[in-house]
């Protein structure tokens, strides 16, 4: 795709500059794989999507300070990952609204849109889904992202690596760290 290797100067210069053939070709390649990573991460489809625009937002802002240091798609992995942390610790601080969330559970005429289950059944796994979405909280960002995208998502080595711009090797290592984490992590809970 890219006629300039990623990692030359003359690359680096024109994401520096903001070359407009090159942050367009930029966008193509790599708008895709970040949504990906952002419904990885737990994200639904207009947040991913929020996500993926602040990201670009935010890298245009600071291209001009490129250096070449990471590949690019770390870079943009790396801003993306903080606007996921940032959206993270802007919906702890604010409530949910209550009566939104209710009345969503209805459709136009007064029904049920999904039944609700039995009340033992619903409160086993949501206590089950509140522990897990617990223990996922607490893995580092990159951990939760390999385990989300591979065991959730259901990606690819191939495609995980890509989107996280690791190594299989690599990407190995973080699944299993993050399963070893949840695995600590549940045994505690469950205890």
């Known amino acids: 795709m890219s006629s300039i290797p990623y990692e030359s100067e003359i690359f680096i210069q024109s994401v520096r500059e903001l070359d407009r053939k090159t942050m367009s ?3 193509l390649e790599h708008t895709k794989i970040l949504r990906r990573a952002c419904l990885g991460m737990g994200f639904k489809d207009d947040i991913a999507d929020d996500l993926v625009q602040n990201t670009w937002v935010t890298f245009f802002d600071v291209a001009n300070r490129y250096e070449g240091r990471s590949k690019i798609k770390t870079f943009l992995f790396g801003i993306l990952y903080n606007k996921a942390r940032e959206l993270r610790r802007s919906e702890k601080k604010h409530s949910h609204d209550e009566w939104n969330e209710f009345e969503s559970r209805f459709d136009d005429t007064g029904h049920w849109v999904k039944p609700p289950e039995a009340p033992d059944v619903f ?6 889904m509140i522990i897990l979405s617990s223990c996922l909280d607490k893995l580092p960002m990159q951990q939760r992202a390999a385990f989300t995208l591979k ?3 259901e990606l690819s080595t ?3 690596s890509e989107v996280m711009g690791v190594s299989a090797n690599n990407l190995g290592v973080l699944s299993f760290r993050a399963k070893a984490n949840l695995r600590e992590c549940l045994e505690k809970e469950d205890a």
């Open 25 to 27: 070709q930029l966008v």
């Open 151 to 153: 065991e959730v998502q």
């Open 123 to 128: 409160f086993e796994r949501s206590q089950n």
């Open 158 to 160: 191939e495609e995980v």
